[in-house]
């Protein structure tokens, strides 16, 4: 991973918001400030040893993954974990890069020991700069990680999970079947709708409508377009439904791609 060094006019281009409100300004001291973060960051991706502010690619035992999990803080061989951070505030102390706790959730704790190493990632991060604590006053930049992979005991659903799937859960409550993502209640899918889906997703399902109160499917993940309708016409590819929003169910085009795992969802309307 090449070492990333901003300019002063590299920093603004990302930091818009910190630029625009309340007369802010980059000065050279910040720049120096991230720059020399960034050293620090870069040399620390030899660590053999989990420290804090790594990334943890964690699953759930429920196929959750959380791609850029944080670790707060180690304690007794124990590392808490953060895993839908907001972005971490640094400073350095005594040489070394340093960081307030983290905003965000749910938190899990992991023993370090179990933490494997999987690579090293760019991750964001941000400072009070020189226009002090303040509304807006914070500039962000990126800078380095190592990254660890951790996965919880008892996988409920083997191999399956979100890092490379769709996961859609439904649930049914007092006689009634929810989508987890939704606040509508709905029958069963349609028998018919239900199986195309699945076959044009390569979906696997564990659970049972006819007896169980949970079903949960795993399938592709779908990337959609949006295309004008002259260019959908062209397309050569099988046709189908999507449910547009959980409501509106529209005529498609898609395109399957074993290799990625995806479907490229092709559509002329939202409704």
């Known amino acids: ?7 002063k006019t590299r920093l603004e281009k990302v930091n818009a918001v910190y630029l625009s409100d309340y007369s802010h300004r980059i000065e050279q001291s910040d720049v120096q400030f991230v720059n020399q973060c960034i050293g620090l960051m870069y040399n620390a991706l030899c660590f053999v040893r989990p420290k804090v502010g790594d990334i943890v690619q964690y699953t ?3 196929g959750i993954y959380y791609p850029h999990a944080h670790i707060d803080c180690i304690e007794n061989g124990v590392a808490s974990v953060c895993l839908s951070p907001f972005i971490p505030f640094v400073y350095i102390r005594d040489g070394e890069i340093r960081m307030d706790s983290v905003s965000g959730g749910p938190w899990v704790q992991v023993p370090v020991s179990e933490l494997v190493k999987s690579g090293a990632e760019s991750k964001w991060f941000k400072f009070f700069g020189s226009a002090g604590v303040c509304a807006h006053g914070a500039i962000e930049f990126e800078g380095y ?28 409550i007092e006689g009634k079947w929810y989508l987890t993502e939704t606040t509508d209640s709905e029958n069963a899918p349609d028998a018919k709708d239900f199986e195309q889906w699945m076959q044009e997703t390569k979906g696997v399902q ?11 499917v795993f399938t592709y ?10 260019f959908w016409k062209l397309l050569d590819k099988p046709m189908g439904w999507r449910r547009i929003n959980g ?3 529209v005529r498609v085009k898609f395109d399957v791609n074993d290799k990625t795992k995806t479907v490229t969802v092709y559509r002329f ?3």
């Open 60 to 62: 759930t035992k429920d």
């Open 221 to 230: 993940k779908e990337n959609h377009m949006l295309v004008p309708l002259e």
């Open 269 to 271: 309307t939202n409704s």
């Open 145 to 172: 990680a190592n990254c660890w992979g951790y996965k919880e005991e008892g996988a409920l659903f083997g191999e399956y999970s979100t890092k490379l799937y769709n996961r859609t859960v439904f649930r049914k």
């Open 1 to 7: 991973m090449k070492r990333r060094i901003y300019t």
């Open 247 to 249: 409501r509106n169910k």
């Open 206 to 216: 564990f659970g049972l409508f006819e007896k169980d109160e949970t079903v949960t």
